[in-house]
């Protein structure tokens, strides 16, 4: 239970309120205990012969009181319910400045849907706990309190005989809904294997349709909906349960009532209207008694989900400015070196990156090559710190890049992934999204260079064209000269580019090629390709084999060392070119 | 996720009833029994108050212990009655209700497979999982609550109504007087809910598809250190759906005090009136004891009617979505008697070919070619030029506007599209790994593809050497989109798995555009073999990848601009020549310098 202490802060956020709240339950509860013992007296005044006035005062006070404590119920839940909404928009306002700041490597561990459930799910149980849970139980112990005092004026025995079913209730409620709880979290389960299914089927399609696996999908699926159904089934066979027991137990001690109370009325102990009050205070506690039981499964419930948000919470930022951040550094010129780099993406696994020594002079355009997952990428996100080196040291300016303020850093690179993802947004929102700024010549001035104006202008809306989700409906070289456009919109001192034109035909990526060595003029760049005639002009060409640089100058020189890169080269003559060499 | 899922419409429309009520025709007798148990449970709770008033009026009052102790074991028996006929009858309608839904899953999901791509093109991928997730979920609570319960208040009412007029008319009357307040206050407060309601279910919505999307792109926020504005907007969002839920919050907190205050108010009524009658001797006070316990329970079915209400209008709203997609017929039509499809031979043939995935807005125009079985041709042409969408047509995942497309002379049209595929392999150039096993992502779970298959095509395409270096080699965990290889591992796995399947026809769509060259070679080498006597498509920006094709076609601007071999189109000095020159020329200038 101790994981809900992490709510604390948020109940101190918001004591007056809460105190107004408990304040409002008092008095509603304390004036509801008087509905009963009225309608004792008014019934019990029929006996002798009363004036009719007497009736009618008794019936104006019934509802008199009833307005009262129904006043303060209304004050109740505007308080508290309110106060557990803002307490839930707080919880996920902070769950999502944390979530932004989580490492890459969580989002590559973590699906989409299982953070998702957290924000949804989790976040949800907990509101009911800083809601209906405390303000039931505030009120459930309360009213309690005030009825039994009532019940036991009127009668001890009468009290025992027929309070004595009620623990069980409550107990047996806490039982069933625990079980229930956990049929329900099995159901969750599956339901969400059941969605992530679904949510790949369909993302998934054409391959699936290509493969014609169409009848294999659906009965998977089938069977996947087989195990819910019989979960669920599961379930229901508890939760049935739940309302027989429910009236089966207050039943039993209403006819207690009736039958040991008429008993204490025939000998002369008791009257009617007592039987009355006994019978309205009852009803008046059964709800409670429920809700006892229901309140602390909401409780588990709600640590059980807090359990579980704070472990993301707890989730270390890994990369973030720290006490060695030198806030003083505001500006990147753009060199780069790399000091005996080492990298691993986790414990167990093999380095990826071996004693990378490197320099990127200021101004300078260098090219990374290298075979397929020989650490290219894997490099190139040092650089913006989406992971950090497990050894060795980034330098940018003589900075550790570890040094050099987070957002300083990034703000100041322009990094093209080589997967590219587009926002469900406009082309031009699209383009500025780094900018936070409307500004039609940069869009248009970014869309010139990344040679995307012409694309454009066979869009019937052009910019304000609406993207599909990650850009779905455009073609393959769109997509990425969209995500080049968006980077060279940030006015970056360093670019990256990873293998940004693999899906852009070579007489496009000419054109850009041509018009970015204008616009990098005075800026570093970086540029990962597998193809030659994109990394030829490099200053400077790096080749990668198993995380180990092996090779590196420009063009001229790596051709005439005849390793990796001669060997690319030539790969990539038409034979014909090959056999007028030889 | 758009505004379309926040409609909420009528909360009964016969005509979607009618087709719900379909779904439930084959659980026929269970609806029978559902509703004779129902008639006699709701007899059995309404009568105890009516033998309390015998229990206080004929034994109490007359001191009679044995008949006191009689009525309470009837009322004992009635209430163990009543709880398990309520036991049995809610497993089963929950059980119908868990059936009826679980066809229904079934039948949207086995729909939406079968649906032309057109229709995942247009349609967020969110919004097809809520069909088949959350809207079916939503019509759980219509039948195994819904409709049963809403028959079960009925009954009960009318039960309640029968004893407190058997007892007594007068007071009936006057206890009745407040439910045109209550019924009144009820259907207010279900307006108010409705509308406060719409609102938190449209900011619910935009708030996870807001999370939805930012996660996915997380990267990219991060990379242009937009932290600080997604969380201003997210705020924004996250206090709509605050405030919306502030609003509903007032209206429950109106409308429950005030039902306690009718009910209160209603017993204040049988005091004022039927005290005076008990004063004058009209009445019993077993009477008045019994009334003042009816008030308790036709409140609670009269209030939760609202509940009910909400109850049927999302399910009716999530019906009508769920019909909407089950009428959409985007399909790419399969031929009533499909021709067969005999030993292929690999011909392909396309004859005045004209395509719009917009109608109007031609991608395609007037294409045609043919590809002689076993030969190797080559497409290339600008970004955009409509390569792709070349062999979208020819495994018809669209269907063309004007023009015909044959396979050994065959037009498509008239083939089993599923037979046609399964002579197909292609290489998406979108890849798409599924989260799983490396193996499961070669085979696809095909039993036909045995692991000695899927290790031989990831051989051939050199993908063994990375994979064998894994800790658990073929079977290491692959997760979502494949997050954890490198963009041109993924790619020689979508490669393999378009060799598992060996197919008659192969088509390569920038198969090896992440791939370094010395593989790609590789990989040439190694399928030229495999390649003898099949046709192959293969799509290329490095020109490298494709000089030892048959035949290269030149596409601009969704037209075919040259045809011929490497020789013939240099020589023809166009837009092939060009490129060529892009590429070549200063390479060559190294070399002969
Ligand atoms: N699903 C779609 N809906 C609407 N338009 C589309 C869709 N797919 C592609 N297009 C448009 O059709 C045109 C041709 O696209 P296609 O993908 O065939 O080009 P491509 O030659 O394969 O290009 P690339 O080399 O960039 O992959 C493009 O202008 C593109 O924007
Ligand atoms: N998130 C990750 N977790 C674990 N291993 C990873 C992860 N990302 C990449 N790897 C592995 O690290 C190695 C290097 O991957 P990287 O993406 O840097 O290759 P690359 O040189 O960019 O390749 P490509 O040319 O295919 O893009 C690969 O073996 C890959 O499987
Ligand atoms: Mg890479």
């Not at chain 2, 969110?126 to 409709?147: C, K, M, P, Q």
């Not at chain 2, 004891?289 to 009716?316: C, G, H, V, W």
């Not at chain 2, 997760?479 to 290889?485: F, N």
Request: glycine residues 6%; charged residues 20%; contains cysteine.
């Amino acid at each position: 239970m101790n994981s809900l202490s992490a709510l604390n802060k948020y109940f101190v956020r918001y004591k007056k309120e809460l105190a107004a709240g408990v304040l409002f339950i008092l008095l509603s509860n304390s004036s509801q205990v008087f509905i009963p013992l009225l309608m004792r007296d008014s019934i019990d005044s029929l006996k002798e012969n009363v004036n009719y006035s007497e009736i009618i005062k008794y019936a104006l006070m019934i509802v008199g009181t009833a307005a009262f404590s129904g006043y303060f119920r209304f004050l109740i839940r505007m308080k508290m319910n309110v106060v557990s909404r803002k307490i839930e928009y707080d919880l996920r306002t902070d769950f999502w400045a944390h979530i932004q700041k989580l490492p890459l490597r969580y989002f590559q561990n973590n699906s989409i849907g299982n953070i998702m459930a957290h924000a949804t799910n989790d976040i949800n149980a907990i509101r009911m706990y800083v809601g209906p849970a405390v303000m039931y139980s505030i009120d459930t112990s309360t009213k309690f309190i005030f009825i039994l005092a009532m019940i036991l004026m009127i009668s001890p025995s009468l009290t025992l005989f027929s309070l004595l079913p009620l623990p069980f209730l409550s107990y047996m409620v806490f039982r069933l809904s625990k079980r229930i709880h956990q049929k329900f979290t099995f159901i969750q389960e599956k339901f969400s294997e059941l969605t992530t299914f679904a949510q790949e089927s369909f993302s998934g399609i054409r391959v699936i349709k290509s493969y014609v696996r169409e009848a294999k999908q659906i009965d998977d699926f089938k069977k996947l909906s087989d195990e819910y159904l019989a979960r669920n089934m599961d379930k229901i066979k508890i939760q049935a349960l739940f309302m027989p027991i429910l009236f089966l137990i207050t039943g039993v001690s209403v006819i207690v009532v009736i039958w040991y109370g008429g008993s204490l009325v025939i000998n002369g102990v008791l009257t009617i209207g007592e039987i009355l009050a006994f019978t309205a205070y009852l009803s008046l506690l059964i709800f409670p008694v429920i809700a006892l039981g229901w309140v602390m499964n909401l409780v588990q419930q709600s640590s059980a989900s807090m359990k579980r948000l704070n472990r993301i919470l707890d989730e270390p930022y890994e990369i973030n400015d720290s006490k060695d951040t030198k806030y003083s550094k505001n500006t990147v010129s753009g060199t780069i070196v790399f000091k005996n780099v080492s990298f691993k993406y986790k414990e167990n696994l093999p380095d990826v990156l071996k004693n990378i020594n490197l320099e990127i002079p200021k101004g300078s355009t260098v090219a990374f090559v290298g075979h397929t997952g020989v650490g290219k990428s894997s490099l190139i996100n040092l650089i913006p710190r989406f992971y950090d080196v497990t050894e060795g040291q980034i330098l940018i300016d003589g900075f550790d890049v570890k040094e050099i303020p987070l957002s300083v850093l990034r703000r100041n690179i322009g990094l093209v992934q080589q997967e590219t993802f587009l926002f469900s947004d406009t082309l031009r929102n699209n383009i500025l999204y780094g900018l936070n700024a409307e500004n039609d010549s940069v869009v248009k001035k970014a869309a010139e260079i990344a040679r995307l104006d012409k694309d454009v202008e066979s869009f019937p809306n052009g910019y304000e064209t609406i993207l599909g989700e990650r850009g779905i409906t455009l073609s393959g070289g769109q997509k990425q000269r969209s995500c080049l456009a968006r980077a060279l919109a940030i006015d970056p001192k360093i670019l990256i580019l990873d293998d940004s034109f693999s899906a852009v035909d070579t007489h496009t990526e000419e054109e850009i090629l041509v018009k970015l060595r204008e616009f990098m003029k005075g800026r570093t760049s970086i540029i990962i390709s597998h193809r030659i005639s994109t990394v030829k002009d490099a200053d400077r060409i790096f080749v990668l084999d198993e995380g180990i640089v092996v090779e590196q100058g420009n063009h001229e020189e790596l051709v005439a060392n005849g390793k990796i890169y001669a060997d690319l080269h030539y790969r990539q003559l038409l034979e014909e070119e090959l056999k007028e060499l030889s | 996720m758009g505004q379309e899922d926040e409609i909420l419409g009528k909360a009964y429309d016969s005509k979607l009833m009618k087709r719900l009520l379909s779904y439930v025709k084959p659980y026929k007798k269970y609806v029978v029994l559902a509703i004779f148990l129902n008639i006699i449970v709701a007899a059995l709770g309404p009568v105890r108050p009516y033998l309390t008033m015998i229990a206080i009026d004929d034994y109490i009052a007359a001191k009679d212990y044995e008949g006191l102790l009689m009525i309470s074991a009837i009322l004992v028996a009635s209430l163990i009655l009543q709880a398990i006929i309520q036991y049995v009858l809610t497993y089963y309608t929950q059980y119908m209700g868990q059936k009826i839904i679980y066809d229904l899953r079934i039948k949207i999901f086995s729909h939406v497979q079968k649906l032309a791509l057109k229709y995942f093109d247009k349609t967020p991928i969110g919004r097809i999982v809520t069909r088949v997730t959350n809207d079916v979920e939503a019509l759980d609570d219509l039948f195994s609550s819904g409709i049963v319960m809403v028959f079960s208040d009925v009954f009960i009412i009318f039960w309640i109504f029968i004893f407190m007029f058997i007892m007594d008319w007068d007071l009936s009357l006057v206890t009745l007087s407040v439910l045109p307040v209550l019924i009144y206050a009820t259907f207010r407060f279900r307006k108010k809910v409705r509308d406060a309601y719409r609102d938190v279910r449209f900011h619910l919505a935009r708030l996870n598809s807001y999370m939805q999307e930012h996660i996915t792109g997380m990267n990219v926020v991060q990379t242009f250190t937009k932290e600080q504005e997604e969380l201003e907007q997210f705020n924004g969002i996250n206090s709509d759906h605050r405030t919306a839920h502030i609003h509903s919050v007032f209206y429950y907190a109106i409308f429950f005090p005030t039902v306690e205050l009718l009910s209160s108010i209603a017993i204040a009524l049988i005091i004022w009136y039927g005290g005076g009658e008990v004063v004058s001797g009209f009445m019993t006070v077993g009477v008045l004891f019994a009334f003042i316990q009816y008030t308790e329970m036709f409140f609670r079915p009269i209030r939760d009617l609202s509940e009910k209400y909400n109850i049927m209008q999302t399910a009716m709203a999530s019906s009508e979505r769920i019909f909407k997609l089950l009428d959409n017929d985007t399909r790419v039509q399969n031929p009533e008697n499909p021709e067969v499809l005999q030993d292929v031979k690999g011909e392909i043939e396309f004859k005045n070919v004209w395509f719009a995935y917009n109608p109007g807005d031609y991608v395609l125009k007037d294409i045609s070619f043919k590809i002689k079985p076993g030969e190797t041709v080559a497409i290339v042409g600008a970004t955009g030029a409509g390569k792709t969408s070349i062999i979208n047509l020819f495994t018809r995942f669209y269907d063309i506007e004007k023009g015909g497309i044959f396979i050994d002379g065959q037009n498509i049209k008239d083939v089993d599209k599923h037979e046609l595929r399964k002579h197909i392999s292609t290489v998406l150039q979108d890849v798409f790994l599924f989260s799983g096993t490396i193996k499961s992502n070669i085979n696809l779970d095909n039993d036909k593809i045995t692991d000695e298959m899927a290790v031989e095509a990831a051989k051939t395409v050199g993908a063994h050497k990375f994979i064998s270096e894994l800790p658990h080699q073929y079977d290491e965990e692959v997760k979502e989109k494949g997050a954890t290889l490198s963009v041109g591992q993924k790619q020689l796995i979508s490669f393999a798995r378009a060799l598992a399947y060996n197919p008659q026809i192969l088509i390569l769509d920038e198969a090896t555009s992440s791939i370094d060259t010395e593989t790609e070679t590789l990989i040439q080498h190694a399928i030229e073999k495999l390649l003898v006597g099949r046709t192959s498509i293969v799509i290329a920006h490095r020109l490298s990848t494709i000089q030892n094709a048959d035949k290269i076609i030149v596409m601009h601007k969704g037209e075919i601009r040259e045809v011929g071999t490497h020789q013939e189109l240099l020589a023809e000095k166009g837009i092939y020549y060009k490129l060529y020159q892009l590429q070549y020329k200063d390479q060559e200038m190294t070399i002969k310098g």
